[in-house]
C-alpha cells in the first residue's frame, strides 16, 4: 500500500523506520518530515497541520492510507475531514481527540467512568481555582485544559508556586485560549509508566510498556521537558499490573468513548503512575509518545501498516500484533540550554560512526544544510539501541550518544537505570 505519514520530529523518524520495514507498504510519503525520515521515505514539503494541503497530496499521490504522528493535526480535526473526503486515515477523529485536546473533557470522562486518576476540581476562575488548591494536603497540579506541547503542567513544591502558575494560566493569559480553564489536582506520588495501545474502537492490544525520563538532569532533576530518553518494556509494570491496566484503563476508555459516541480508533496513550494506593491514570494521549514510539517500534514484530489499517477500518485482530523479545533504549541528545533557550544551526558530527556502532540514530531536530547535518531544535537525535535485555541496550545506545558530538550536546546518563534498578541489577 502507498502510505502517508503526517509529522516531522523523533516520533515521525521512528515511525517511517518502521513502516519502510513493513512489508505490506510500496512506498511511503512523510510531510514534512525530517533529514531523518528523508532516508527512509520521500519527504514533501506541506506542513503537519494544513489539513487541506495533506488532503490534496493523500488524492493527487493515491495515498491508501494516513499515519498521523502528532497531536495537533488530530485536534483540528485531520481524520474527519479525510474521513470526509473517503480517505482511509489511522487516528481518532476530533472529539475522540478530546481525550488528550481537553484535560477538563479528559477528567470528567475518567471519573464517569471509573478510571483511576488523581482527585481534581476544574475551574476558569481564579480565587476559587486558588481556595480549591489550598484546600488540598499537598501543593498540587495545576494544568492548562488545552494543548500546551507538554509546557501547561506544573506540579507544584508549595502553595505559592501553585498559585502563581494559576496567576500566569487564569489571570494573565500566559497560555491563551488553551489557559482558560485549568484542572488543579491532587499530587501523587510514584513511578510512571507509558502503556499504549492499538485500537479499533472495541478490541484493544496493548503496545510493549515505556518509561519516559521527562526531567531534564540525571536522579530526574530539573525542569521537564518534551522527554531525555526511554526505555522498553517498563518491567516496573508487572503483569498483574499490566493486565489491572488494561482491564481498569484502557478498556473502560475505549468502551466509555464509544458509549459517549465519540469511538476512538487509533493509538490511545495511557500516562500512568503507579502509587502506593495503586495505579492512578495521569493522563491521556490520542497518538504514539515521543520518545515511547521510538523504543516501542523497534520490538514491533507486525506490519505496522497493516496494524493500523485494521484500527483504521474497524477490525483489528489482537493476536496479530506480535513482539520481540528484548529490551530497547533511546537517549536523546538536546541542545544546550533546552528545555530553556537554546542556539540551532550548529553541526553534528558522528552520526554514521554511531549507526556503524550498530545503534539507530532517530532525528528529532535536525536540518541539512547541502550535506552538512546541522541542530535544529531543541531534542535533536533520539539515539537508540535495541539488544537481548536492557543493560546491553543501554551499553549500545550510550556508546552511540559518545560517539556524537555538536556544541552544547547535552543528555541524561541515566536513561534505564530504573529499569535495572527494578531488576535488582543497579
Ligand atoms: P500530564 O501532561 O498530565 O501527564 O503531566 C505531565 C507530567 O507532570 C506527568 O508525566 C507527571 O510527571 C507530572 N504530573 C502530572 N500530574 C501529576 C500529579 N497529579 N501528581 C504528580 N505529578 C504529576
Ligand atoms: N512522552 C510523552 C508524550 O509523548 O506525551
Known sequence: MRVLLVGSGGREHALAWSLRRSPSVDSLLVAPGNPGTAREAENVAVGAEDIPALLALARERSVDLTIVGPEAPLAL?????????????????????????????????????????????????????VAFARSLPLPPAVKVDGLAAGKGVVVSQTYAEAEAALRHMLLEGQFGVA??????????????????AFTDGERVAPLVSAQDHKAVFDGDQGPNTGGMGAYAPADVLTPELRQQAIECVLLPAVRGLAAEGRPYR???????????????????????????????????????????????????DPTSVNWRPGACVCVAMASGGYPGRYQTGLPIDGVEEAERLGCQVFHAGTRLQGSRLLTAGGR?????????????????????????SFQGAHYRTDVGAKGLAFAGRA
Open 179 to 196: 489557559g482558560r480553564s485549568v484542572v488543579v489536582e491532587e499530587r501523587l506520588e510514584g513511578q510512571e509508566v507509558s502503556l499504549l
Open 77 to 129: 480535526g485531520i481524520v474527519d475531514a479525510f474521513q470526509e473526503a473517503g480517505r482511509t486515515i489511522a487516528g481518532p477523529n476530533r472529539a475522540a481527540a478530546e481525550i488528550e485536546s481537553s484535560k477538563v473533557f479528559s477528567k470528567g470522562f475518567m471519573q464517569r467512568h471509573a478510571i483511576p486518576t488523581a482527585e481534581y476540581g476544574a475551574f476558569t476562575d481564579y480565587d476559587e481555582a
Open 266 to 316: 487509533g493509538v490511545l496513550y495511557a500516562g500512568l503512575i503507579l502509587t502506593p494506593r495503586g495505579i492512578k491514570t495521569l493522563e491521556f494521549n490520542c497518538r504514539f509518545g515521543d520518545p515511547e514510539a521510538q523504543v516501542v517500534l523497534p520490538l514491533l514484530e507486525a506490519d505496522l501498516a497493516e496494524v493500523l489499517l485494521a484500527c483504521a477500518e474497524g477490525r483489528l
Open 380 to 404: 535533536v537525535l533520539g539515539v537508540t539501541a535495541t539488544g537481548p535485555d536492557l543493560e546491553t541496550a543501554i551499553r549500545d545506545a550510550y556508546r552511540g550518544v559518545q560517539a556524537i
